[in-house]
């Protein structure tokens, strides 16, 4: 490994897409680009880094076209761990070419690569009794029962919009491809990876894989990722500048830094941070700290800079 100090960045699957009239695939690239200013500013400074990302959007985007396709022409539609393998492939090309390009520019002689990652996860995860995370587009009742029929989909109706499939969202076990990215790491490239959370995988019987209809969080595989490599920083990348308490609240307090006791008591309150958003990026940090991990940090893209330099963010340390 070179000498410089070794970061998991996160990135958000929705920093990708600006707001409702900017989410062409045009729109993401020139998203990914301001992204990678920052990062590229972070590898200037010294840093070797390993960028994760995620794919809400782009995934839903993927399963819209397929079914779009479907009911038009009879063409096949896309299984959810391949709509997750060709987001991997689609942002990762957004990602490795703009800071290649960056990099190249500033005349940093360091190269990106993208690994299309699977994340193995127990077949046995409670998350599979109880499929949560809503996915695809919205159908009415008829259509929905139909697929719970025909293809073996959980549905729900979600809060009068109208039915959507739920699947697993479980606990990542181990990054498979972790030795060829510790190697490509080790040569000083930068490496993306774990994109979306990673596809996911089981394990049929002594590392037979084989894909699930399962969504992973892409926090908690950044965690992952983060200690098997021994990062020196994991540095989740998001839409805001510092973590509140009391979030949008009259009280609403900014951190600075807080510690790992007072995260895990913060989150086990359970009224600081949004279950959907804040909350699992805590869980991810909490987990990176509690096995080895050094220091962590909150903070939009904009802002990556400064706050390395102790300027602003949100820094969460043992």
């Not at 920093?15 to 989410?23: A, P, R």
């Not at 990914?32 to 590898?43: G, S």
Request: aromatic share 6%; net charge negative.
């Amino acid at each position: 490994m070179p000498n410089n100090k070794l970061a998991v960045i996160a990135i958000g699957g929705n920093s990708l897409i600006k707001d409702e009239k900017h989410k062409t695939v045009e729109d993401q690239y020139l998203a990914a680009k301001e992204t990678c200013l920052h990062i590229a500013d972070m590898i200037e400074a010294g840093w070797d880094v390993a960028i994760g990302h995620g794919n809400g959007p782009q995934v839903g985007f993927i399963l819209r076209r397929s079914e779009i396709a479907a009911k038009a022409e009879g063409m096949h539609e896309v299984p959810l761990d391949v709509c997750g393998a060709d987001s991997q492939g689609a942002i990762g090309y957004a990602l490795q070419q703009n800071l290649q390009n960056e990099l190249f520019r500033r005349g940093i002689h360091k190269h990106v690569a993208t690994v299309v990652t699977q994340v193995l996860v127990d077949k046995d995860d409670p998350a599979f009794k109880n499929p949560s995370k809503p996915i695809g587009s919205f159908m009415d009742e008829a259509e929905a029962k139909r697929r719970e029929k025909e293809m073996n989909w959980n549905v729900v109706e979600d809060a009068g919009r109208g039915w959507r499939r739920v699947v697993a969202s479980p606990i990542p076990k181990e990054v498979v491809e972790i030795e060829a990215v510790q190697t490509l790491l080790e040569t000083g490239m930068v490496v993306v990876t774990v994109g979306g959370g990673g596809i996911p995988v089981i394990d049929l019987s002594h590392r037979e894989y084989q894909g699930v209809a399962a969504v992973i969080d892409k926090d908690y595989a950044s965690s992952l990722l983060a200690q098997l490599i021994k990062a020196d920083l994991f540095l989740i990348s998001t839409a805001i500048e510092k973590v509140a308490l009391n979030f949008g609240k009259p009280n609403q307090k900014l951190l600075d830094k807080m510690t790992l006791a007072e995260a895990k008591q913060y989150l086990a309150e359970g009224t600081h941070f949004a279950k959907g958003s804040m909350a699992p990026k805590i869980q991810a940090i909490i987990w990176y700290l509690e096995n080895g991990g050094k220091q962590a940090l909150i903070t939009n893209p904009e802002n990556i800079g400064r706050a390395l330099k102790g300027e602003t963010g949100t820094w969460i340390v043992p």
